[in-house]
């Protein structure tokens, strides 16, 4: 279809839907104007669609000032949101009320090119007779659709004049200017997301932990977090878009590795900032683009002293018990409380002695977490659990290859796990002599070397150190080194046995029931005094762990006791320690049978001497309940 034919179809469809509308020809007005508060609020919901289009129009309005046109901008639905052009132009429309506000859709006023164009969503002019209204036949107007970057009507732009001043270069000239509006439009869009995408970019940046910057191929710095910024004692402002050797001038092992433009994983490097010197883990990933690679690197430093305190917290290496948690009233457990208080937050180092089971981890916790290295780990190891040829890469840690079996990269020892923490060294009086060298080397450097490495790495611990034994004896005895218990025993303490602070006994166990009791999800029961009076004369040789485990055994039975050994009162004790020294006057021809014969003999001889009594008779030969049963089974002896 020729243009002209498209053009006459599209006025002769208008003029049939304006008379389905019931327009009349003699209709001067817009059917809908709107009002006051209206207005305002329509130029509102339009503002960004206005700020676009006004210099436009106004560029248009220079152009073609003088000349008897007028310029319209209408949103979606045809209502005028704003008016440019001659004085006098303009006043001739305001009498037909075409003003902001005004409604120029096909509804409203017939046929005319701001309307049509809306509605065929196509560029258009429409002059003289075309309108579809008698008042309008005086004008020319010439209107383009405004579409967003969907691709939806939003508004138009419309020219209008006097009739006798048709061209058709008019309406190439509202399609010109209209373009220019939507390619605005569009730009600005890109720059909003482009700006979006950048605040969001900077937020994650500088949300994480990790300190992260980019270079470009040519070694320039492009852009760097706070993070980065910090670890490298750099301001943002001065380094960014100068070269690398420039911006790190004090950090020539950083400067090499990028220089060498290889991509990089887990590398560990050394920082040193004012006198401080910090580890760090770094990668490097080169930065490829579509056809080219190698165009920049991203580098990500990540302190590794936050990474040893993450794997703490999630790994138990981290100290639960304060000195709330230290039951007890006597004047020795107070004293102590109080002297550990006044101790905790010194560097110095702290050896506990004490008999198992007295609570010796748990007061070196508590003094951790009085201390001002709560935040970081503590970091437990027995010396007497770990085999001899380990205990020296579990203390210290071992390179990348340094034996067969080592993980791949190499592992860090607890030293380094426990930095800016405390390291609690447990049943040190176990250590190998030759262990206790190279402790005692490294509570004087303060750095530690892994095992099969060269490199020396710098750690601040804070050591306490357990032991059940006597190192003074230990010492004279040839197994612990002097100068390192001097080195350990700057701040002494010794935990009394249970048995010589009694008066706690009933606080320890009362404090157990309870806590059982919520453990094992049952009431607090009610304990038979006799229990109790079993408890207070009992010597406890497994002090307050062994204390906890009767109880819970207790709570288990509510309240009844079900030990295979009953614990004895003094005059048990004393009765069977004198049983026990009557066997050093059995002759000596007993021996002379097999080893099952001397046990069998063994038994019966305890059965008689305590007239049957299982418990008794298995505490004297050392042995339990159950075991002794098996044995008189075994033996076919009867109970007496």
């Known amino acids: 279809m020729q243009l002209k034919e498209k053009h006459d179809e599209i006025i002769k469809k208008s003029h049939e839907r304006c008379i389905e509308y019931g327009i009349e020809k003699e209709r001067v007005s817009p059917k ?28 248009l309005y220079n152009f073609l000032e003088g000349s008897g046109f007028f310029i319209i901008l209408t949103d979606r639905e045809g209502c005028i949101l704003n008016l440019v052009g001659d004085k ?13 506000g005004a409604y120029m859709d096909e509804k409203s006023i017939g046929t005319n090119a701001m309307g049509t164009a809306i509605k065929e969503d196509s560029p258009i002019q429409i002059s003289a007779k075309e309108h579809f209204i008698t008042a309008y036949h005086r004008w020319t107007c010439s209107a383009a659709p405004i579409h967003n970057e969907e691709g939806n009507v939003i508004g138009t732009l419309n020219l209008t004049g006097s009739s006798n001043l048709v061209h058709p270069h008019t309406l190439g000239l509202v399609a010109a200017a209209v373009k220019s509006i939507e ?11 482009l700006t979006e995408a950048y605040s969001y970019l900077n937020t994650i940046m500088e949300s994480i932990s990790t300190g992260i910057f980019a270079v470009d191929d040519k070694g320039h710095i492009k852009l760097i977090n706070k993070n980065a ?94 000195f709330d948690n230290i039951v007890g009233q006597s004047s020795q457990i107070r004293k102590i409380i109080e002297y550990s208080r006044h101790i905790s937050d010194s560097p110095s180092t702290v050896l506990i002695q004490g008999e198992s089971g007295t609570g010796k981890e748990v007061l070196a916790q508590a003094i951790h977490n009085n201390s001002s290295r709560r935040n970081c780990g503590f970091v437990a190891i027995n010396c007497g659990a770990i085999p001899k040829n380990l205990i020296e890469s579990e203390l210290f840690g071992y390179d ?39 402790l005692l080397r490294v509570l004087q450097e303060g750095t530690v070397t892994r095992v099969g490495g060269e490199k020396c790495i710098p750690v601040n611990v804070r050591i306490i150190a357990a032991t059940n034994k006597d190192l003074k004896k230990e010492i004279e005895k040839g197994t612990f080194r002097r100068d390192l218990y001097y080195r350990l025993s700057v701040i002494p303490i010794e935990l009394p046995p249970l048995r010589e602070r009694r008066e706690d006994i009933v606080f ?133």
């Open 32 to 59: 809908k104007i709107l009002k006051g508060y209206q207005v305002s609020e329509n130029i509102d919901k339009n503002k960004e669609l206005i700020r676009v289009a006004e210099p436009f129009m106004s560029i």
């Open 400 to 438: 990348d290859g340094a034996f067969t079996g080592a993980k791949k990269g190499g592992h860090p020892g607890k030293f380094e796990l426990a930095n800016g923490g405390t390291l609690f060294l447990d049943e040190i009086g176990e250590m190998p002599l030759d262990m206790q060298v190279n």
């Open 508 to 640: 320890l166990m009362e404090h157990f029931l309870e806590i059982k009791a919520a453990k094992l999800n049952k009431e607090i029961p009610e304990v038979d005094s006799e229990i109790y009076s079993k408890f207070l004369n009992y010597d406890w040789p497994g002090n307050i762990r062994e204390l906890e485990n009767f109880v819970e055994n207790i709570v288990n039975m509510e309240g009844k006791f079900s030990k295979e050994i009953m614990i004895q009162d003094k005059n048990e004790n004393e009765e069977i320690a004198a049983a026990v020294e009557n066997t050093s006057t059995i002759s000596d021809n007993i021996y002379l049978c097999s080893l099952e014969e001397l046990e069998k003999k063994a038994i019966i001889t305890c059965l008689d001497k305590f007239r049957g009594n299982i418990s008794k008779t298995s505490k004297t030969l050392g042995i339990s309940r159950n075991t002794l049963y098996q044995k008189m089974k075994k033996y076919k002896i009867k109970d007496c």
């Open 183 to 193: 390619n605005q439009m569009q730009s600005e869009s890109i720059q909003n997301k």
């Open 229 to 322: 910024c910090d670890m490298l004692g750099v301001a943002e402002d001065n380094i960014l878009g100068r070269p690398i050797k420039e911006a790190f001038i004090n950090f020539k092992e950083l400067v090499k590795l990028i220089e060498q433009k290889k991509n990089i994983q887990d590398e560990e490097i050394i920082i040193s900032r004012k006198s401080k010197r910090e580890r760090y883990n770094m990668n490097i990933y080169s930065i490829d683009l579509e056809g080219r690679e190698n165009v920049g690197f991203v580098i990500t430093l990540k302190e590794i002293q936050n990474v040893i305190n993450l794997v703490n917290k999630y790994t138990g290496m981290t100290a639960r018990y304060t």
């Open 88 to 100: 006098e132009v303009i006043e001739a429309s305001q009498k037909l009320n075409m003003v902001v």
